[in-house]
């Protein structure tokens, strides 16, 4: 996609998750950044657009620290995000577990309307995995949300879980679930 070519929607997703379960990793590789010295408990915003059938999107995705006491500050961003990645890794089993306080926190923080995709990080770390993918998947189907494993460092699904997340979100748009305001592309109505 030519980059004069206007977005018709813009879609903020916010990745979110314990500290160092992959989420700027992600980010960088998503967006063909080298994702090599990546910052322990960093931030950051990236836009990347993307074509959904014939509808142009404008993905801005702001990646947030899973620092325990920047964690207030992280649900700020709930109410303008349309889409939620939340990752944990398959290496660290806490970083699993604490995945429901997250939920918890969406379910009072977070539109209604909002897409959550759950993402176990680094599933090229077979020899490493504590955390089962029948897990992240039960996890998944009893909060009704998306699930992939991905891996940063083989790029696998990265592409997948963005796509099947913002695919979710215009689908939420064109049935009126997520208001079309909130996605509506602007200049002025960016948030960052």
């Known amino acids: 996609m030519s980059s004069v070519e206007r977005c018709e929607y813009s879609f903020n997703i916010l990745l979110t998750g314990d500290v160092c379960v992959g989420k ?4 960088f590789k998503f967006v063909d950044k080298p994702v090599e010295n990546v910052e322990l408990g960093s931030q950051g915003l990236e836009m990347k657009k993307i074509v959904i059938g014939d509808t142009r999107v404008r993905l801005v995705i702001y990646d947030t620290s899973g ?25 660290d089993r806490n970083s699993f577990h604490g995945l429901r306080s997250w939920l918890e926190d969406f379910g009072k923080s977070a539109d209604p309307g909002t897409v959550i995709t759950l993402l176990g990080c680094k599933c090229d770390s077979v ?6 993918k ?24 990265v592409e997948a879980a963005f796509r099947i997340t ?3 979100i215009l689908a939420r748009v ?9 996605v509506k592309h602007s200049r002025e109505r960016a948030v960052f």
Do not use: C, H, Q
């Open 24 to 27: 700027t990793s992600l980010m």
């Open 134 to 157: 029948d897990d992240g998947a039960r996890l998944a189907k009893e909060y009704g949300i998306n699930f992939l494993e991905v891996s940063a460092k083989t790029g696998y699904d």
């Open 67 to 91: 620092v325990p006491k920047l964690r207030p500050l992280t649900r700020g961003y709930y109410g303008f995000s349309v889409g939620i990645l939340l990752l944990y890794s398959i290496e």
């Open 127 to 132: 020899s490493e995995r504590v955390v089962s």
């Open 174 to 182: 064109l049935d009126g679930t997520i208001d079309r305001k909130k």
């Open 166 to 168: 913002a695919i979710s």
